[in-house]
C-alpha cells in the first residue's frame, strides 16, 4: 500500500499541503495523515492524471482499498482527505467538477463508548487523596479536583461546558456568562454544542463538593484574573481542559480504577448509569445535549419517560436529602 511520495509529490498537491500548513496552520501530524491520503490516490491513479479522474475512478478506487483491508474509518479519513484537495484545487485548476464530491465511504460500526461500572465510579469519587502540603492551595486543589469530578458524573457535561462555567451568572460591560452554576436551585446552565443551551441537575454529593470548593476556592483566586470562573488553575485563571484531563487520569489511578479515566468517560457512565436503572432515553438526551435521540441510542435502546423524575430517582449520586437511588444496585447487577 503506497505510503508518502517516494520522491515528491504531484505540484497540485505540494501546494494543497502548503496552503494547509502556512495559510490554515495544520498541525505536521494532520499534514503527513494527508500527505498518505494523497499518495494512495496518485498510486491507484497510476498513469491517469488527477485532473482527469471521474466519479467512476475514485468510486473504483475506493473499492480497491476496501479489498485490501483498509477499515471503514481509514476509508473515510482518505475520502476526505481527497475531496478537501479536490475542493481546493478544482476552482483553481478550471476542473469541471469535484470527482469526489458525491463519494460515500461505508460506514464505520458506532461502538458503545467505554464507561465505569457503578462500584467503579463509587470508588473513584469516594477516594480521599493525601494533599502534597497542608497549605492553603493544596487544600484547595483536592477541593476543586473533587467537585470537578463529581459535577461530570453528576451532571453529564462535556470537558468544554465545565471548564467554562461561571460561579453565577455574570452580566458586565464586555463580558456574559456563557455557563453558570446556580447552587440555590441545584443546576447548572451550559452552551453546548450548535449554541443549544440546557439547565442540567446538579446532584446533592456534587453540590456539597461544589460548596466545599467555593469556600477554598479564594487561596486560588488573583485579583483581576478570571473573577467569574467557577473551577481556577494555580496561578488563578480559569483552568485549562488539558489540567482537567491530568488531573483526572491521576486521580483514578491513585482510587484504584482498572481504567484510563478522561472526563468524556465520567459523561458516559452518567449516561449509562441514568438509563439502566431508568429506562428513559429522552430524558438522557436532554441531559446530554444531543441534538438527535439516535446519538443517544448508542448507550441502549430504551422507551421514554420524565427528565426530573428519572434524575432524582436513578442516578447513582444524585438523591436528594430523603430519597436513595433507586434501584442502582440491582440493575448494575444485571448490566456489568
Known sequence: MAEPFASSPPPAVAQWLEYLRGSRRYSGHTLEAYRRDLARLVELAGPLPLENLSPGHVRRFLGQLHARGLGPRTLARTVAGWRGFYQWWAPRAGLAANPVAGLRPPKAPRGLPKALSVEQAQALLEHEPVAADDGPQARAVLARDRAMFELFYSSGLRLSELTGLDAGYAREPGYESA???DLEQAEVSVLGKGGKRRTVPVG???????????????ALARPGLDPHALFLGRRGRRIAPRVVQERLAAWAKASGVPAHVHPHVLRHSFASHVLQSAEDLRAVQEMLGHASISTTQIYTRLDFQHLAKVYDKAHPRAARVGSAPAGADDEQDKHD
Open 179 to 181: 455557563g453558570w452554576l
Open 204 to 218: 446533592s454529593q456534587a453540590a456539597d463538593a461544589l460548596r466545599a470548593w467555593l469556600a477554598e476556592r479564594p
